[in-house]
T-cell receptor, first 111, second 112 residues
Framework: EAQVTQNPRYLITVTGKKLTVTCSQNMNHEYMSWYRQDPGLGLRQIYYSMNVEVTDKGDVPEGYKVSRKEKRNFPLILESPSPNQTSLYFC??????????FGEGSRLTVL | QQPVQSPQAVILREGEDAVINCSSSKALYSVHWYRQKHGEAPVFLMILLKGGEQKGHDKISASFNEKKQQSSLYLTASQLSYSGTYFCGTERWNSGNTPLVFGKGTRLSVIA
């Protein structure tokens, strides 16, 4: 089944404790992206990747890191999480310019 | 640059029609439309490419006016299942290196 898989789906952590949210897709998509969703602000892009080893900042990249060492994986790293990073995170992938397939979302709470 | 959606929210009775607009201050190459139901991930509805095309998806259709830099989503004879938040996403050009930027969404509620 074609899908985008994110883990963990839910996480409560404390300020400063490094965490990684994994994202994996099985559709051989070149394009992958991370979005955060907050009430009233829509889907804001954090980072995106056009292909392996090619990543670029979106609109809200501060406090996040990404890497794209393999085509299927695009992890999101929070080196030192802060409460303002409490949010719902979505990973998505597509062929370039095509339909975006979203993961189920990861709800992160930083205390 | 984030596209602007209007209205922010709309309430309809079953069977009524609605229009959701998406506009940009920059020239656009394509517009995507997605629907997100509460507690779920956004789901793709359609893509429109420049050229003034119009597309349909069941009783949901859309138009794209590249000169006006705007797109509209038309929901006809709305059903309860149409409830959710609708997002437009825009691409500024087809260089292969542009991300999709989403608007803030329009919350649609269909009531019996």
């Amino acid at each position: 089944e074609a899908q985008v898989t994110q883990n963990p789906r839910y996480l409560i952590t404390v300020t400063g404790k490094k965490l990684t949210v994994t994202c994996s897709q099985n559709m051989n998509h070149e394009y992958m992206s991370w979005y955060r969703q907050d009430p009233g602000l829509g889907l804001r892009q954090i980072y995106y990747s056009m292909n392996v080893e090619v990543t670029d900042k979106g609109d809200v990249p501060e406090g996040y890191k990404v890497s794209r060492k393999e085509k299927r994986n695009f992890p999101l790293i929070l080196e030192s999480p802060s409460p303002n990073q409490t949010s719902l995170y979505f990973c998505a992938s597509s062929f370039s310019g095509g339909e975006l397939f979203f993961g189920e979302g990861s709800r992160l709470t930083v205390l | 640059q984030q596209p602007v959606q209007s209205p922010q929210a709309v309430i309809l009775r079953e069977g009524e029609d609605a229009v959701i607009n998406c506009s940009s201050s920059k020239a656009l190459y394509s517009v995507h439309w997605y629907r997100q139901k509460h507690g779920e991930a956004p789901v793709f509805l359609m893509i429109l490419l420049k050229g003034g095309e119009q597309k349909g998806h069941d009783k949901i259709s859309a138009s794209f006016n590249e000169k006006k830099q705007q797109s509209s989503l038309y929901l006809t004879a709305s059903q309860l299942s149409y409830s959710g938040t609708y997002f437009c996403g825009t691409e500024r050009w087809n260089s292969g290196n542009t991300p999709l930027v989403f608007g803030k969404g329009t919350r649609l509620s269909v009531i019996a």
